[in-house]
């Protein structure tokens, strides 16, 4: 029972493709993320949605675009990709509510390879 | 200006012995929280301890705990009796923002290796 799953798990594709990586969970949390993680290991954040909605988008390209169908699901989808963009996407959840509840539960993350 | 410091990149050490990784924070918000993930070569994101900046007590989770020094703004994981499977990049992490728009800020992380 996997709690944060992500599709794919690799992603090799040509640079000026569009592709989508998916996120689901099935802890019932509010609030899903997306992270990026670069060749450093460095992770920083991208988006957060509460409730289907947009809460933090941190100055991410608009090339990038999260896109939430429900509460359980984010998407991502990146056009015209760019050799920078290679790295791994981690989609996370959180419960909410303060405390340990705001604890984030990590999806197994997405490796990206533009070429 | 960097929020979360992790000042050993690599660290190395004999199986059973205990370990500490270090952690320091800077933060002018009066709450907030303290985390420790674990990233295996596999590549997972294992959650491993939560501290919040009101608990009186360090947090413990089986052979982790959290030294919590709040004054000195640092937040030391202690992993006791090192196993082989403990080799993983280690970070710590700080929930920032107001409730609700609240997100994690990641240090560099630290590098265990644990030798048998």
């Known amino acids: 029972d996997t709690a944060v799953s992500q599709t794919p798990k690799y992603l090799v594709t040509q640079m000026g493709n569009d592709k989508s990586i998916k996120c689901e969970q099935n802890?019932?949390?509010?609030?899903m993320y997306w992270y990026k993680q670069d060749s450093k290991k460095f992770l920083k954040i991208m988006f957060s949605?509460?409730?289907?909605?947009?809460?933090i988008n941190e100055t991410v390209p608009n090339r990038f675009s999260p896109k939430s169908p429900d509460k359980a699901h984010l998407n991502l989808h990146i056009n015209s990709l760019e050799l920078g963009d290679s790295a791994v996407y981690f989609c996370?959840?959180?419960?909410?509510?303060?405390?340990?509840?705001?604890?984030?539960?990590f999806g197994p993350g997405t490796r990206l390879l533009v070429l | 200006a960097q929020k979360i410091t992790q000042t050993q990149p690599g660290m190395f050490v004999q199986e059973k012995e205990a370990v500490t990784l270090d952690c320091t924070y800077d933060t002018s918000d009066p709450s907030y929280g303290l985390f420790w993930y674990k990233q295996p070569s596999s590549g997972e994101m294992i959650f491993l301890i939560y501290?919040?900046?009101?608990?009186?007590q360090n947090a413990t989770e089986g052979r982790y705990s959290l030294n919590f020094q709040k004054a000195r703004k640092s937040a030391n994981l202690v992993i006791s009796a090192s196993q082989l499977g403990d080799s993983a990049m280690y970070f710590c992490?700080?929930?920032?923002?107001?409730?609700?728009?609240?997100?994690?800020?990641f240090g560099q992380g630290t590098r265990l290796t644990i030798n048998p």
């Open positions: 949605y509460n409730n289907k909605e947009l809460i």
């Open positions: 996370a959840s959180s419960r909410g509510g303060g405390g340990i509840q705001e604890t984030q539960y």
């Open positions: 802890l019932g949390h509010d609030t």
């Open positions: 992490a700080m929930r920032e923002g107001p409730g609700g728009a609240q997100k994690l800020v």
């Open positions: 501290q919040g900046s009101y608990d009186q």
